[in-house]
């Protein structure tokens, strides 16, 4: 190809650039033929048993049961395993330095496939976020429209974004001519000294920024709402469990930025670096391996985390056995979500639909 005007998307035939990225090539380096595969592999194989173990564990539930979050949640894990099902095509690549044997139209189909779900995660991740702010600040009000159709609705609606925002890579990517009469599998920009730039600033906003900025933003007016409302109440138990919620909904969004910053900064970065040093390729390697490692850490975030999540876990796996519960509230005590009428043991209608609404939704999302 013409100096200049491709952009290789394989990290096996070249150095340090990844199959969403549409990085302009570099030098070969080494040892990503060999580490990498070994790290894509523990990657897979774990994201795959640990998503699948999710999606057993919601599917196992009644249907009458389900909620919002558990079709959020199925639809990440399946989202996570669309995302891993391109890595043995990865894998084979980079064991072969850089060789795709498996046509144009697979090229097409695994690449896309890989810029889609990365975009479809991210989206779900962000609306999940938002369902939770609607959970916790107006479970009354958004009662009506939280139910597991409406969740499905918006599911279907952000795969339709997140092919929309693939558009790009579905029409560049394509065989990229290697030496020797081999060919591998990439994205090749028409101008890449110009087209560079709008390719990396468009993911960087649209599958980073935007979304991690939402999902800050939420998860801020979610804990404001917390510590202001529930926090000051005197019901430890109730107390306690928001904040469980909470250290959940901020391991999820630390996971999000930890994974996947490191990738989108060295991408601005490189935006300026014509000849990367040997420090550089390491850093994009395991800025790489990062950014894949997220489809398998969510589903162990709520085995590790969830008592709820444990709890169905255990049930689904062990039918007969009975599920352990947290401690009962001791008798006399209060919700703090209650309110007293005059009368010694009467609860008014709004306060009482309030108690039940916020113990539902203390349910729900603690998975």
Same mark, same amino acid.
């Given at each position: 190809?013409?100096?200049?005007?491709?952009?290789?998307?394989?990290?096996?035939?070249?150095?340090?650039?990844?199959?969403?990225?549409?990085?302009?090539?570099?030098?070969?380096?080494?040892?990503?033929?060999?580490?990498?595969?070994?790290?894509?592999?523990?990657?897979?194989?774990?994201? %795959?048993?640990?998503? *699948?173990?999710?999606?057993?564990?919601?599917?196992?539930?009644?249907?009458?049961?389900?909620?919002?979050?558990?079709?959020?949640?199925?639809?990440?894990?399946?989202?996570?395993?669309?995302?891993?099902?391109?890595?043995?095509?990865?894998?084979?690549?980079?064991?072969?330095?850089?060789?795709?044997?498996?046509?144009?139209?697979?090229?097409?189909? &695994?690449?896309?496939?890989?810029?889609?779900?990365?975009?479809?995660?991210?989206?779900?991740?962000?609306?999940?976020?938002?369902?939770?702010?609607?959970?916790?600040?107006?479970?009354?009000?958004?009662?009506?429209?939280?139910?597991?159709?409406?969740?499905?609705?918006?599911?279907?609606?952000?795969?339709?974004?997140?092919?929309?925002?693939?558009?790009?890579?579905?029409?560049?990517?394509?065989?990229?001519?290697?030496?020797?009469?081999?060919?591998?599998?990439?994205?090749?920009?028409?101008?890449?000294?110009?087209? &560079?730039?709008?390719?990396?600033?468009?993911?960087?906003?649209?599958?980073?920024?935007?979304?991690?900025?939402?999902?800050?933003?939420?998860?801020?007016?979610?804990?404001?709402?917390?510590?202001?409302?529930?926090?000051?109440?005197?019901?430890?138990?109730?107390?306690?469990?928001?904040?469980?919620?909470?250290?959940?909904?901020?391991?999820?969004?630390?996971?999000?930025?930890?994974?996947?910053?490191?990738?989108?900064?060295?991408?601005?970065?490189?935006?300026?670096?014509?000849?990367?040093?040997?420090?550089?390729?390491?850093?994009?390697?395991?800025?790489?391996?990062?950014?894949?490692?997220?489809? *398998? &850490?969510?589903?162990?975030?709520?085995?590790?985390?969830?008592? %709820?999540?444990?709890?169905?876990?255990?049930?689904?796996?062990?039918?007969?056995?009975?599920?352990?519960?947290?401690?009962?509230?001791?008798?006399?005590?209060?919700?703090?979500?209650?309110?007293?009428?005059?009368?010694?043991?009467?609860?008014?209608?709004?306060?009482?639909?309030?108690?039940?609404?916020?113990?539902?939704?203390?349910?729900?999302?603690?998975?």
């Amino acid at each position: 190809r013409a100096p200049g005007s491709s952009s290789s998307c394989s990290p096996g035939s070249f150095s340090w650039h990844h199959v969403r990225s549409g990085v302009r090539a570099s030098t070969w380096f080494p040892t990503a033929n060999v580490v990498l595969p070994i790290v894509f592999g523990i990657v897979c194989l774990v994201g %795959t048993v640990g998503n *699948c173990i999710v999606i057993y564990t919601i599917t196992r539930k009644p249907k009458r049961n389900r909620n919002t979050a558990d079709v959020f949640i199925v639809s990440l894990s399946i989202t996570d395993l669309l995302f891993l099902l391109g890595m043995p095509f990865l894998i084979h690549q980079l064991l072969g330095n850089g060789v795709w044997l498996f046509g144009a139209t697979m090229c097409t189909i &695994i690449t896309a496939l890989d810029a889609n779900s990365q975009f479809a995660s991210t989206y779900i991740l962000t609306a999940m976020s938002i369902d939770r702010y609607l959970a916790t600040v107006r479970p009354i009000r958004s009662a009506y429209m939280r139910t597991p159709c409406t969740a499905a609705v918006v599911i279907f609606l952000l795969y339709l974004l997140s092919l929309l925002t693939s558009v790009p890579v579905f029409m560049y990517s394509q065989p990229i001519a290697l030496p020797g009469s081999r060919a591998g599998c990439g994205i090749i920009l028409p101008n890449l000294s110009v087209d &560079i730039y709008w390719y990396t600033l468009y993911q960087f906003f649209l599958a980073f920024i935007i979304p991690l900025l939402v999902i800050c933003i939420v998860y801020l007016k979610i804990q404001k709402h917390i510590s202001r409302v529930v926090l000051p109440l005197p019901q430890r138990n109730f107390r306690a469990r928001t904040k469980k919620i909470m250290r959940i909904a901020v391991t999820i969004c630390s996971a999000f930025f930890v994974c996947w910053a490191p990738y989108y900064i060295l991408q601005l970065v490189h935006l300026e670096v014509t000849q990367p040093t040997t420090a550089f390729l390491y850093a994009y390697n395991v800025a790489i391996s990062l950014g894949y490692a997220s489809s *398998c &850490i969510n589903p162990f975030i709520y085995i590790v985390l969830s008592d %709820t999540f444990q709890r169905k876990l255990v049930k689904a796996i062990c039918p007969g056995r009975p599920a352990r519960r947290g401690k009962r509230r001791p008798a006399g005590k209060v919700s703090p979500s209650v309110k007293l009428n005059s009368g010694p043991h009467q609860e008014t209608s709004l306060s009482l639909t309030y108690s039940r609404q916020q113990s539902g939704w203390l349910e729900e999302i603690s998975l």
